[in-house]
Nanobody, 115 residues
Framework: QVQLVESGGGLVQPGGSLRLSCVASGSIFSIYVMNWYRQTPGKQRELVAGITSGFSTYYADSVKGGFTISRDNAKNTLYLQMNSLKPEDTAVYYC?????????WGQGTQVTVSS
């Protein structure tokens, strides 16, 4: 099974930047896709970005141009670089993957964008 732990959230002003990290319990070479989701209270969890084992990436339209997803397989770590943050980006951000048909989630890390 897979265990995921996020970190890097915090409070930033609009226009600021954060880099989120997600460390997997084992090698992620065998994990085809890893994703970042986000969720605000009372709303459905939203896919923000994903990356394949071949380093292909995809992004939600709302974050294109500002967010960059990457993975370091040697460090078993997924990243989300968030630039030009807006108040609308405020959410709990979750690392996610699917392994042998089972979805795995980290505990989440809070990102708050406010002046």
């Amino acid at each position: 099974q897979v265990q995921l732990v996020e970190s890097g959230g915090g409070l930033v002003q609009p226009g600021g930047s954060l880099r989120l990290s997600c460390v997997a319990s084992g090698s992620i070479f065998s994990i085809y896709v890893m994703n970042w989701y986000r969720q605000t209270p009372g709303k459905q969890r939203e896919l923000v970005a994903g990356i394949t084992s071949g380093f292909s990436t995809y992004y939600a339209d709302s974050v294109k141009g500002g967010f960059t997803i990457s993975r370091d397989n040697a460090k078993n770590t997924l990243y989300l670089q968030m630039n030009s943050l807006k108040p609308e980006d405020t959410a709990v951000y979750y690392c996610n993957t699917r392994y042998h048909g089972i979805d795995y989630w980290g505990q989440g890390t809070q990102v708050t964008v406010s002046s």
